[in-house]
């Protein structure tokens, strides 16, 4: 995967709660098809790469609160 420092991060909108948030890069998922995602408060740590299916899947979850609260 590219490095991460040189990839253009994007944070969601509702991320100014100051909750958990996390990026992602977008334009690299659109060449490769690998979807980096990294916690916004940690530039530095690891990126976890999933699959654009898997990140659709992930966001519609979220977006339908499929996931709820344990």
Known sequence: M????TLRWV?????NNGGTCVE?????ASVTGI????D???AAGPVLGVSVPAFAS???G???DG???A
């Open 2 to 5: 590219t490095e991460p420092q």
């Open 11 to 15: 944070k969601s909108s509702y991320s």
């Open 24 to 28: 992602w890069a977008p334009a690299h």
């Open 35 to 38: 979807v980096p995602v990294r």
């Open 40 to 42: 916004s408060k940690n």
């Open 58 to 60: 992930f966001v519609a």
């Open 62 to 64: 979220v977006k339908d």
């Open 67 to 69: 996931f709820g609260i």
